[in-house]
Structures are given as C-alpha cells and as structure tokens.
Nanobody
Framework: QVQLVESGGGLVQPGGSLRLSCAASGSIVSIENMAWYRQVSGIQRELVARISRAGITNYADSLKGRFTISRDNAKNTVYLQVNSLKPEDTAVYYC????????????????WGQGTQVTVSS
C-alpha cells in the first residue's frame, strides 16, 4: 500500500506565495518521477512541473519562472513553490508519483494524491 498526502494549499492574495508538499509513504522500494498537476473545475488536468529521481526538471511553458519543483528523496517528498500567484492559478493541485513497490516481485505504478485547493483572491 502506498499513500500520498498533500498539504500547503489555501487562500492567498494575488502576488503571494505558497509551498505545496506531497509525502509518499508505505511499502516503497523507490520513487521515480514526481510531478504536480492542477485542475480548474470543468477543465482538463494539466501538468505544472515534473522532476526526475536525479533532479531533472521540466515545466509547463506558461508557468516557467513562478513555479519551482523540488524533491527530498530521503523524505519521499516533492514540493512545489509557487510565487507571484495570480487569480488564474486558482485550482486543485495534485501530486503524481511513479513508485516501485515489492510484493513478491517489483511493481512500478503511478499514484495520485488527493488534491489540495489553492485559491488566489483578494
């Protein structure tokens, strides 16, 4: 069993900052790619940023510069630092993680967090 627990969302004024966290726990052998997505109600979920186990990052072109993804492999945690928040950043943010587990053999599966709401409003 694997659990992803997200935290750090909330209500923030335009121009403010937030740091989202997503911690993985359970019978984990290793964690590969970790990513953040976001979804506005009624719109398709979109990739915000992704980071490999080695720390290689890529970002949605429209979000470069304000979003920073990082990870702590010792803590099985991925972070998303968001600065200069805009009302259009309002969405539910989800972490997405590729995790290898062992149950007689190795399994590589993709997991989603429960989502954390970010609301940018004055």
């Amino acid at each position: 069993q694997v659990q992803l627990v997200e935290s750090g969302g909330g209500l923030v004024q335009p121009g403010g900052s937030l740091r989202l966290s997503c911690a993985a726990s359970g019978s984990i052998v290793s964690i590969e790619n970790m990513a953040w997505y976001r979804q506005v109600s009624g719109i398709q979920r979109e990739l915000v940023a992704r980071i490999s186990r080695a720390g290689i990052t890529n970002y949605a072109d429209s979000l470069k510069g304000r979003f920073t993804i990082s990870r702590d492999n010792a803590k099985n945690t991925v972070y998303l630092q968001v600065n200069s928040l805009k009302p259009e950043d309002t969405a539910v943010y989800y972490c997405n993680v590729d995790i290898t587990t062992y149950n007689g053999r190795l399994y590589l599966n993709n997991y989603w967090g429960q989502g954390t709401q970010v609301t940018v409003s004055s």
